[in-house]
């Protein structure tokens, strides 16, 4: 089956710089890389994703990349606020419907 | 309001007493799915379900069961629970499933004694 490994685990920045977090998947089956967002005592919140067709997608100060030919992909915070403290997701999905998750990420950004 | 919602939300039990967490949408999603999230583990995958009286195990199904009857609801069965399925467990569904933006449930935090 799938396998998402996700770095690194924790992730201290100061406020303004920026934050990168990588995954690798292990099935070339799976065409379907989306990122959550989770709070402290809150339900995952999607905050970007990406489809295996597409090698880059940004969204404001959030941009995902991904290597198909390597099997990773990556997230990337720019201009980081402490408002983006939170545990970070990674996913791979097949059209199968199968997704699998890292482990996360926790991101603290100090002011 | 388009939401997932589940119960109950907090539920403390007793090992082998048959329970049944629900998850319903509001969506008209076709594709729903259980994950139960463990510290250090991420979200691991129990079940999910394509569309209406079609399941498939995740990667921990174990101890689990599911079914899908209708289109809006996607119950939780456990059997006889046992102390390793103390989680916090979340149902999600998206309207096309395979490569779609999944919409999480509150989370039902279960502790089995």
């Known amino acids: 089956g799938e396998n998402v490994e996700q770095h690194p685990s924790t992730l201290s920045v100061q406020e303004g710089d920026s934050a990168v977090i990588k995954c690798t998947y292990s099935?070339?089956?799976?065409?379907?890389f989306p990122w959550y967002k989770q709070e402290l005592g809150k339900r995952p919140q999607l905050i970007i994703d990406?489809?295996?067709?597409?090698g880059e997608k940004k969204d404001q100060r959030i941009a995902v990349t991904l290597n198909k030919t390597a099997k990773h992909f990556s997230l990337h915070i720019t201009e980081t606020q402490p408002e983006d403290s939170a545990v970070y997701f990674c996913?791979?999905?097949?059209?199968?419907?199968?997704?699998?998750f890292g482990d996360g990420t926790t991101l603290t950004v100090k002011p | 309001e388009a939401q997932v919602t589940q119960n109950p939300r907090y539920l403390i039990t007793v090992t082998g007493k048959k329970l049944t967490v629900t998850c319903s949408q509001n969506?008209?999603?076709?594709?729903m799915s259980w994950y139960r999230q463990d510290p250090g583990l991420g979200l691991r995958q129990i079940y999910y379900?394509?569309?209406?009286?079609?399941?498939d195990k995740g990667d921990v199904p174990e101890g689990y069961k599911v079914s899908r009857k209708e289109k809006r609801n996607f119950p939780l069965i456990l059997e006889s629970p046992s102390p390793n399925q103390t989680s916090l467990y979340f149902c999600?569904?998206?309207?096309?499933?395979?490569?779609?933006?999944?919409?999480f449930g509150p989370g039902t935090r279960l502790t089995v004694l």
């Open positions: 999600a569904s998206s309207y096309r499933g395979r490569t779609d933006t999944q919409y």
């Open positions: 099935d070339s089956a799976s065409n379907y």
């Open positions: 990406i489809r295996s067709n597409v």
């Open positions: 996913a791979a999905s097949d059209y199968a419907g199968k997704s699998t």
């Open positions: 969506m008209n999603h076709e594709y």
């Open positions: 379900s394509m569309n209406v009286e079609v399941t």
